[in-house]
């Protein structure tokens, strides 16, 4: 029976596992997409407001479209590749 080595009432065993899968996961290939996919629009919508100036609910529903779209794509192309049809409902 294995036996977690105990450090100030943490189990070192668990949050070594926890904070290497955490690392995984933030470095992974698809969070990396997102963090892209949100600095472009981020840029795009800054660039919007810069030169074409409007009202700031207007600015709030166009950066929802472009999230949605964006994020539409990315969730299609991971779908593609993991082989499932995504309008096969």
């Known amino acids: 029976m294995y036996h977690a080595k105990i450090v100030d009432g943490v189990l070192v ?3 070594k596992t926890y904070l ?3 690392k995984a996961t933030l470095f992974s290939g698809v969070m990396v997409g997102f963090l892209s996919i949100h600095t ?3 840029v795009l919508l ?3 407001g810069r030169f074409l100036p ?3 609910l ?3 529903a166009l ?3 472009i999230s949605w779209l964006l994020m539409g794509c990315i ?3 991971v779908l593609t590749k993991a082989g499932i049809k995504p309008h096969s409902h």
């Open 13 to 15: 065993k668990f949050l």
């Open 20 to 22: 290497q899968s955490y």
């Open 40 to 42: 472009l629009e981020d």
């Open 46 to 48: 800054l660039s919007i």
């Open 54 to 56: 409007v009202p700031l």
């Open 58 to 60: 207007a600015m709030y």
């Open 63 to 65: 950066g929802l479209i």
């Open 75 to 77: 969730v299609n192309r």
